[in-house]
Every structure is written in structure tokens, then in C-alpha cells.
């Protein structure tokens, strides 16, 4: 019998059944061609985490249109990268996992130089990270990207994905318009706080309406945003419900915008598990499965959340890079042998932003270099010494 009862209980998400609570939630690898489209080396990647034990793995941000996004993440905004993704999604299904993708756009929070083409949001207001005003969308433009979204969805059910997740978190396109920091608009689709949500609640809509009753929607938010002016918990926990109306099975509850980046990808100084509460009050707010994420590294944690009501699901990333085993170890009572993130974000977060390379671990050479359906630690024979440079 597992120490973790709760951890390893099947799951529903809307029709959906998921074999554990664990799930990789989406996050940037570099792993795909200049395209958007699937590589080798992002199947193995993807696969190696589906191998370890975890209930569904969350592909990387999909870009849904060409105004968005440049040379990160996957693409999806034609039919001509559905047979790709389909390799990827049985590859994951081999390995034992249900198989999820994000769908995204960056709205303001990219720059032009990558698109290629002015870059768009709910208002003229320039992201402080990124620096560069926007267009404001039209009327006619917000209804294309709606349909964008519906398509883009379309093409994941296609491809073998067992649900999507609309990304309205971490102050991107559809949280530009839901956020009052960042919409200013007077019309229809700004101004008062229904008017403000219109947007993702007419992106909802169209992708039930493509994907048809049954498909499981996952819809990603943040809790709070931590910056002056930005989406509060109370305003959260009046969105769900909203979204839940509109045809959303489960809430992924994260954090922050780029301003506030320390939260979003949280270094080793803030505490595990620290947005749980987040995640425990939007759950009060709604009768769908909610997803809690953020610094929760263990499997003693996770059981703890679940088993306390506070969350449905656990997201691990970090956690599932420093070792892809872990579900697999803490399932056999190996719990001792998991290698634990410790949050430094050096090879997961630095080594893509900075120094534009694809995903590793400090803590788990094989990450992200193709070597992890082989590669294995062994215990050592007899006493060695060892010498630390640096």
C-alpha cells in the first residue's frame, strides 16, 4: 500500500480520468524546431516525464496564432502540425500518461522583433518587462483570435490530446483583457468587470462549441497578480465561477505577470507550497476539480494538500525535471531515492531566458539532452572521495 494514498487515487477531469493527481504542468524546453513543430528530442522529453509515473503531462505553450510568440514554444495554428503533435501524443500515451497542451498568446508580453509583426493587446499599454506598446485589438481582430483559440483546439483533439488548457494566467492575452492593470478599453470588451471578462468567457465558449460537450478544458488563472492595480483573490474567486458557466472542467490556480516573475517561477527563498492558499480559496468558489502548482517538490506535500482539501491535483515541473521518477519512486515506497528540486532555476529558467538554450537541471544531467530513457544513477561500491571545485 503507497504512504500516499491521496496522491494516487484516480482523478476526474470532467469525463477525463487520470490515474494519479500528479500532473506536468506546460513549461518552455526550446526543444521544438525554429517552427513551433515537434522534434525528436521533444517526444523523448515529453515521454521520459510520462515514463516516471505522472497522471498527464501538459505540453508546452501553442501558439494559436502568428501574432504571438516568436521562437518559443510549440505551434499550432495550422493543420499542417497536427501529424507532429499526434506523434507526440501517442509517445506519451505508450508511456502511461494522459496527454494535455496550453494553449496560448503572449498579447503584449513579447516584442515584435520575434513576431515579426506589431504586437497586440486589450489596450496601448506597454508591458514594463517587455517595453514595447501595443496595438490595442479591434472589435473584428478579438473575434478572429477567438475563433484562433476554437481552431487551435480543434487541431489539438485531432492530434490525440485528451484536453486542452487555455492560458489566461501569468498576464498574457487573455488575462490582459480580464485584468484591470492592463485593460483600459471603454467598449464592449472593457470598463466594468463583466465587460473585462468577456473575452475568455467568448474564448470558452468557441472551444466548447469546436471541440464539442464532452472534451475536458482546463483553464489556467492567476490567483493574484502581485502588482498595484492587478487581479485580486476576491476578483478570482468571482471569475471562476464565471468560467466554470462558460464550460470549464478544472482550474489550474498559479501566480503573478511578468512584473512579478519571482512568483510565477518562485526561487529557492519562497516558501514550498506558497500559493496553496490561493489555489485552497478559488476551490471554495467552484465544484470543479482545482489544480494547485507552485514549489510543491515532495511527495509528502502533496498528499498533505490533497488529503487537506485544499486542492484536487498537484502540478510538479521543476520537480519532474530534477527527476522524471518521481511519481514511480514515491509510488514504491523509494522515497528516499527521489532527487528533489531545489529551485535555483539555473538550467529550467536561466539557461533558456538568458542564455537561449533548451531545458536541463542542474541536479539531473540527462534533462532536456535526449539520454533519460537510459540514463540511470547507480549506487557507488565502497567509499570514494570526492573533490568540489567551485
Known amino acids: ?92 500515451h505508450k508511456a502511461g500518461a494522459a496527454a494535455c497542451v496550453q494553449l496560448w498568446h503572449a498579447g503584449r508580453q513579447t516584442n515584435s522583433a520575434l513576431t515579426g509583426m506589431p504586437i497586440v493587446s486589450a489596450s496601448e499599454i506597454a508591458c514594463p518587462v517587455c517595453q514595447e506598446k501595443p496595438k490595442a485589438l479591434s472589435v473584428e481582430e478579438i473575434h478572429e483570435l477567438t475563433q484562433a483559440f476554437a481552431e487551435t483546439a480543434r487541431r489539438a483533439k485531432e492530434a490525440g490530446f485528451d484536453c486542452i488548457e487555455l492560458h489566461g494566467a501569468h498576464g498574457y492575452l487573455l488575462s490582459q483583457f480580464m485584468s484591470p492593470y492592463s485593460n483600459h478599453r471603454t467598449d464592449e470588451y472593457g470598463g466594468t468587470f463583466e465587460k473585462r471578462a468577456r473575452f475568455p468567457l467568448e474564448v470558452i465558449e468557441a472551444v466548447r462549441k469546436k471541440v464539442g460537450p464532452d472534451y475536458p478544458i482546463i483553464y489556467r488563472i492567476s490567483g493574484v497578480e502581485n502588482v498595484p492595480g492587478g487581479l485580486t483573490i476576491e476578483d478570482t474567486k468571482r471569475i471562476a465561477p464565471m468560467l466554470v458557466s462558460k464550460g470549464v472542467d478544472a482550474i489550474h490556480v498559479s501566480i503573478g505577470v511578468y512584473e512579478s516573475l519571482q512568483y510565477t517561477v518562485p526561487p529557492m527563498d519562497l516558501d514550498r507550497g506558497f ?37 484536487d491535483f498537484i502540478a510538479m515541473g521543476r520537480p519532474l ?62 567509499q570514494k572521495k570526492a573533490v568540489v571545485v567551485g
Open 321 to 382: 525535471l530534477t527527476d522524471p521518477q518521481l511519481p514511480n519512486k514515491a509510488m514504491q515506497g523509494r522515497v528516499s531515492e527521489i532527487r528533489h528540486c531545489i529551485a535555483c532555476n539555473q538550467g529550467c529558467v536561466d539557461r533558456l531566458t538568458i542564455e537561449g538554450k533548451h531545458v536541463s537541471c542542474i541536479l539531473n544531467p540527462a534533462c532536456g539532452r535526449g539520454l533519460e530513457t537510459e540514463f540511470q544513477f547507480e549506487p557507488i561500491q565502497g
Open 275 to 311: 500559493n496553496v492558499w490561493a489555489a485552497a480559496a478559488v476551490k471554495e468558489a467552484v465544484q470543479v476539480p482545482v489544480i494547485a502548482v507552485d514549489r510543491i517538490n515532495t511527495p509528502e506535500l502533496a498528499e498533505e494538500i490533497i488529503a487537506g482539501g485544499k486542492a
Open 1 to 92: 500500500m503507497t504512504s500516499f494514498p491521496n496522491v494516487f487515487k484516480p482523478g476526474r477531469i470532467g469525463r477525463l480520468e487520470l490515474k494519479n493527481r500528479l500532473i506536468l504542468p506546460a513549461m518552455g524546453s526550446q526543444l521544438s524546431a525554429k517552427d513551433g513543430s515537434v522534434t525528436d528530442e521533444l517526444i523523448d522529453y515529453h515521454r521520459t516525464i510520462a515514463a516516471g509515473g505522472v497522471g498527464m503531462v501538459t505540453v508546452e505553450i501553442a501558439k494559436v496564432h502568428p501574432t504571438t510568440g516568436g521562437g518559443v514554444g510549440v505551434t499550432l495554428y495550422d493543420d499542417s502540425y497536427i501529424p507532429g503533435f499526434r506523434r507526440l501524443t501517442e509517445a506519451i
